[in-house]
């Protein structure tokens, strides 16, 4: 079922702020910052030779990020997204063995433009897992 490690996510209030803390203090190859109102997120990714980090800052007034960064005000670890074949697969299975996929179940278009789903810390030893098809 599971792949490679897509990227680790991490929220933060400024994503600005996170992107030139990668770029100037660990020399990382970073990317412009990228709106995507339907996530409610602004995204950053900083490209590692083995995976990505994704660096998310709230947008719009229902980010799924906010309670979380009220939680975690100077930011934190958010999710980790895996890659997996088939999504549709992978969720019928995942969802077989009891983990709750979020939303309505259905794969929405993620930042690379390709489906993902997340499944519910709870279920995933108390971390958020974004599945992503490869
Ligand atoms: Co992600």
Not at 19 to 48: D, M, N, Q, W
Not at 77 to 105: N, W
């Amino acid at each position: 079922l599971i792949g490679r490690l897509n990227h680790v996510a991490i929220a933060v209030q400024d994503v600005r702020a996170a992107a030139a803390l990668y770029r100037e203090r660990l020399g990382a190859i970073v990317s412009e910052p990228v709106p995507l109102p339907e996530h409610g997120v602004t995204t950053v990714f900083v490209t590692l030779p083995n995976t990505k980090i994704e660096l998310l800052e709230p947008l719009g007034d229902n980010s799924p990020i906010a309670a979380f960064l009220a939680r975690h005000p100077e930011g934190g670890m958010h999710h980790l997204c895996y890659e997996v074949g088939d999504i549709l697969a992978a969720r019928d299975r995942l969802k077989a063995s009891g983990a709750r996929v979020l939303g309505d179940g259905e794969p929405r278009i993620g930042a690379h433009g390709k489906p993902v789903l997340f499944l519910h810390p709870k279920d995933m030893l108390g971390t958020l897992i974004e599945i992503e098809e490869a």
